[in-house]
């Protein structure tokens, strides 16, 4: 997500729900969702280069980062270059 949308939407996220309009609701869900999906990219390509850097097992991952070591794993999946490790 770029800088100009996440400063939009912690913008209408710093105003109360009742405050917002109809369509200002409608944009920060937009954004909160793109966010959401930004962040998971994010979360991937980290848990990614911490097993590839520090060689730690899926579950040792998930012990020290608190994300379930499936969840981290298929999060990360994408952005390995190589897993041929058991």
Not at 77 to 85: E, L, S, T
């Amino acid at each position: 997500m770029n800088p100009e949308r996440l400063a939009e939407l912690a913008a209408l996220l710093t105003r109360g729900a009742d405050e917002l309009s109809e369509a200002e609701l409608i944009r920060a869900v937009q954004l909160a969702d793109e966010d959401r999906d930004a962040a998971r990219e994010r979360v991937g390509r980290l848990i990614a280069a911490l097993y590839e850097r520090e060689n730690l097992s899926w579950p040792k991952l998930g012990e020290v980062t608190g994300i379930p070591f499936g969840t981290a794993h298929g999060l990360a999946r994408p952005y390995i270059q190589r897993d041929d490790r058991p």
